[in-house]
C-alpha cells in the first residue's frame, strides 16, 4: 500500500510537471505564431478595404459573412452562418453636395445610412436653419415653411477645435469663456428642441411628413475632422452629413441675410429586405466537447468609414485567434467557437439571437471573452458579478507573460454588463462573460461610429498584443480541470430607489428591423 502511495504521488509529481512544461511551451508557440506569423494586416485589408462596411442588411454585410466562412475553412476550421432575423437593405452608392448659390463650392459631407436616394440629376434647394423655439407652437409654424427646402437641424459650433486643443495652448481665462459659452449654447439647443415636443430622433420625420426637400445635419464628434454617421431617419427625403466647418460656413451666411442654395446627388439603393445572419466557427472538443469557450466580436459596424476599430480589429483578432489555436492546438479539451455577431449597433441582435437559439449551451460555457471598443492593448476586465470570477480569470492570466498583463486592471467580483456590447446578451444568461476593455486611443471622438474609423487608424502592435493573451486564457480556459463557477454576487441596493438591484434579464432580439 506504502509502495502504490509513492507511485502515486511520483506520478502526480511528474504530471503536473510535464503540464507545466506543456502550458509554458504553448505559451511560446503562441507568441511566436502571433508576432512572426501574424495574418492581421492580411485579414483587415480583405474586410476593411477589400468589403468595407458592413451595415445590418446590407449587400457589403453578407459579403463579409460568406468572406468570414471562406477563410475559417481554408484553415480547417468548421464554419457556418446562422440566421436570426430580416432587416431593411440598403446599398450605399456614390453621393455629392454642392453649394451652388451664392457661388460654387464642393461641400465636404456623405448621406447617412438607409437615407433615400435623390432623382438621378439631384436635387437643388434653398436651406433654411432651425430657429430657436419656445414653445411646440412655434415648431407647429416653422413646420409651414420648410416645403421644398434643405433643413438645416443640428447645432452650430462656434469653434472647430476640440477642447483638448483649447486647453493646451488658450489662456485660462480664455478656455473657461469658452467652456462656459459652449455649454450655455448647447443647453440652449437642448432647451429649443424639447420646448418643439421633438427629439433628435423624431424631428427629421416631422420635417419630411411637412414637405422638406431634404435635410442637412452635422454631428460633430469633438475632434478634428469627424462626425458622428448614424441613420437617416427618413423614407422619401435625403439626409447628408456635413462636416462642421461647411456646416458652420452655410449658418453663418444665414446669420448674414445669405441664402445657401445647395445641390445634392445620392444614388443609394433601397434593396427590399434581406436575412440577416452571425458567423459561427467551431473548433470541436476532443474530452468535453459540450462544453464551450466563446470569442466574441460584432462582425457589423456603422458605415461612414469602414467600422475599422467598431469592430474590425475585434472580428480579425478573434479570427487570428482561432487560426492560431488551430494550427498549435488542434484537439482542444473544450469546444471553441468564434461568434462573430451581426446587428450589435442596433441593440446587440445578433448575440440575442444566439442566446435564444442556443439556450442549452448556456450553462455549458466555461467563458467568452469579447472584444469591441477599439485597437487598443487590453487594459481592464471586469469579474462581471461572477462571484469566483477572480479565481479562474486569474489562474488563466497568471499563464500569460508578464508583458502583456503588467498594465491590466482587473475590477473582482465587479458587476453585470447590461448592455454596450455583446457579452451584456450572455451575462444576462448567466454565462461567464468577459469584455476585454481596450486602451482608448481617442477612440470616443475619432474612430466611434465616424467617417474617420479606417485601416489607418489599426495599431497592429496593439492588436498583435490582444491576440496573443486571448489566445492564451482560451488555450487554459480549455484546459482548466475544473468547469467555471457561474455564481452571482448578491447586487447591492440602489442608492437612488432603495431597492435591491436585479440582474440583467434575457433579452430576444429585433428580428425584424429598418422597417420603421
Known sequence: MKNYAKALMLSTVLAAGLNAQTQDQMTKSIMDETYNNSQLEKLAYELLD?????LVGSPKMQQSHDWAVKQFKNWG????????GEWKSWERGTSSLEMVYPYAKSLEGMQLAFSPATPAKGLTADVVMLPTFSS?????????????????????????????NWKEFATPESFEKMQAESKAASEAWQNSIKASGETSRT?????????????????????????????????????????????????????????????????????????????????????????????????????GGTGATDNGTGTITMMEVARILKKLYPNPKRTIIVGLWGSEEQGLN?????????????????ALFNQDNGTGRIANISGQGFLNSYDY????????????????????????????????????????????GSLNWSYGNYTWHTNRDTYDKIVFDDVKSNVALIAIMTY???????????????????????????WPEVKEPTRKGGLD
Open 350 to 366: 445578433g448575440s440575442r439571437g444566439y442566446v435564444s437559439a442556443h439556450k442549452d449551451q448556456m450553462p455549458k460555457i466555461q
Open 203 to 303: 424631428l427629421n420625420a416631422k420635417l419630411e411628413a411637412a414637405g422638406a426637400a431634404g435635410i442637412i445635419s452635422s454631428n460633430w464628434s469633438r475632434g478634428f475632422g469627424v462626425n458622428k454617421i448614424f441613420s437617416a431617419g427618413t423614407k422619401k427625403i435625403p439626409v447628408m452629413d456635413v462636416s462642421l466647418e461647411d456646416y458652420g460656413q452655410l449658418y453663418r451666411m444665414l446669420k448674414n441675410g445669405t441664402t445657401p442654395k445647395l445641390k445634392i446627388t445620392a444614388n443609394s439603393k433601397d434593396k427590399g429586405i434581406a436575412p440577416t445572419f452571425n458567423t459561427v466557427a467551431e473548433i470541436k472538443g476532443s474530452e468535453k466537447p459540450d462544453e464551450y469557450i466563446i470569442l466574441s466580436a460584432h462582425l457589423d459596424s456603422w458605415d
Open 476 to 502: 487554459m480556459a480549455s484546459e482548466d480541470p475544473e468547469k467555471t463557477s457561474a455564481e452571482r454576487i448578491k447586487l447591492p441596493v440602489n442608492e437612488r430607489t432603495g431597492e435591491q438591484m436585479k
Open 393 to 436: 480569470l486569474g489562474r488563466w492570466l497568471a499563464a500569460v507573460p508578464k508583458e502583456l498583463t503588467k498594465d491590466i486592471k482587473t475590477t473582482f467580483p465587479g458587476t453585470p454588463g447590461g448592455g454596450g456590447s455583446d457579452h451584456a446578451s450572455f451575462v444576462a444568461a448567466g454565462v461567464p462573460a468577459f469584455m476585454l
Open 50 to 54: 477589400g468589403i468595407g462596411p458592413r
Open 136 to 164: 411646440k407652437e412655434d415648431f407647429t409654424k416653422f413646420l409651414s415653411s420648410v416645403k421644398g427646402k434643405l433643413v438645416m437641424v443640428s447645432q452650430y459650433q462656434a469653434s472647430g477645435r476640440p477642447e483638448y
Open 77 to 84: 476550421i468548421d464554419a457556418r452562418n446562422e440566421q436570426w
